[in-house]
């Protein structure tokens, strides 16, 4: 199964990408792992070796580039 990281300090706006992967595909082919901002980001990128990761740019900490 792949797995999709979303690394966004919103919560909502997570869930709105969750939820628009989700829809397109009638059943969860995807593994989400979430963070909430780019530091806990890198930490689970290492930890789950993720096939994509979807991030904001702009968020505390450290940002998305």
Known sequence: ?????I???NADIRQLIRKGLTETQGEI???FVEADNGITGIELGNQHIPDLIISDIMM???NGL
């Open 1 to 5: 199964m792949k797995k999709i990281l």
């Open 7 to 9: 690394i966004e300090d």
């Open 29 to 31: 082919p995807y593994v």
């Open 60 to 62: 505390p900490g450290k």
